[in-house]
């Protein structure tokens, strides 16, 4: 229990440790870092739309750092939810259909619950899976924070996954980012338009996942979804109500 927590703290820390000492050798994506740069993508990503940020957020500096650093932060938490929400969005679909994984859940033989909606999939799932998935993002987290030559707060990649080098898997490395080996014969203009796809489809996922669970809650407020989206009785923003980890 506490190397789980250790390794969600350090995951959310070490996005605020300092990145003076890493390598900034790597060419990279230009990085937008000011408000200007922000309402210039702004158009390319959407030009109907344009510039949107009604709350000042690009205008503001989080936690002592100056303003192109929390600019990088929102662009990379941008980027990250959007991935997030584009599998939330498949899986939301995947589990509604009644789709699952033919092998057993855990090592005991549990299936994979019959569920009709990816949230009671969530509730049926073991404290212990739920512990181990929380350590797994919170290590990949921590990864990513620190194991990049150039941290996204200092100009370097938004959205970027540093690989799993040998020293880390032994025999070879492993691509998290670029698995297939696409991305290193693409250009920087090729790389730049894939990552505006990017966070384009990430927003209509944001977008989309939580209209599933608007639905779900709260039946007819998505009138498209009405009659689609299966109810669902429990409280989809506290995902451990049922369960004993709050009280650890």
Not at 31 to 55: G, I, R
Not at 61 to 77: D, H, K, V
């Amino acid at each position: 229990m506490k190397l789980l927590v250790a390794s969600l703290l350090a995951g959310c820390a070490a996005a605020f440790a300092p990145a003076s000492s890493r390598s900034s050798g790597r060419s990279s994506v230009a990085v937008s870092e000011s408000v200007s740069d922000l309402q210039d993508l702004a158009k390319k990503l959407n030009p109907v739309v344009s510039f949107y940020d009604p709350l000042d957020l690009s205008g503001k500096s989080f936690w002592g750092t100056s303003n192109e650093e929390t600019i990088g932060f929102l662009r990379e938490s941008e980027v990250k939810h959007g991935r997030i929400a584009m599998f939330a969005f498949v899986g939301y679909i995947v589990h509604a259909n009644g789709i699952k994984f033919p092998w057993p859940m855990q090592l005991d033989g549990t299936p994979f619950p019959t569920v009709s909606s990816a949230p009671e999939a969530w509730d049926a799932i073991s404290d212990a899976a739920k512990l181990q998935i929380f350590a797994f993002i919170g290590f990949l987290e921590f990864y990513r924070e620190v194991a990049c030559e150039k941290h996204y707060m200092k100009g370097g990649k938004i959205g970027e996954f540093p690989a799993f080098d040998a020293s880390v898997i032994p025999g070879g490395a492993l691509n998290y980012y670029d698995p297939f080996g696409k991305n290193k014969n693409m250009s920087a203009e090729q790389k730049e338009a894939g990552l505006r796809k990017e966070i384009n489809n990430g927003r209509l996922a944001m977008l989309g996942i939580f209209g599933f669970l608007s639905e779900a809650k709260i039946e007819g407020s998505v009138p498209a979804l009405k009659g689609i989206i299966p109810h669902y009785d429990g409280e989809v923003m506290a995902p451990l109500t049922n369960s004993i980890l709050p009280h650890f």
